[in-house]
């Protein structure tokens, strides 16, 4: 192999290695903004709620 040939592939992993980094990334974030947002289990009245 030649110092050219050596150095393009190199190049091509750490271009591949980015690639798919920020896939991952992306995936993540999709992932975490699909999860609907639960609504609370109680209403907010502005009473303080009651105990036993």
Request: net charge positive.
């Amino acid at each position: 192999m030649t110092k050219t040939s050596k150095a393009a592939i190199a190049a091509a992993g750490a271009i591949g290695s980015a690639a798919i980094a920020a896939a991952l990334l992306y995936a993540g974030k999709r992932s975490k903004a699909k999860k609907p947002v639960e609504p609370s289990k109680t209403i907010p009245s502005g009473e303080p709620p009651e105990t036993d």
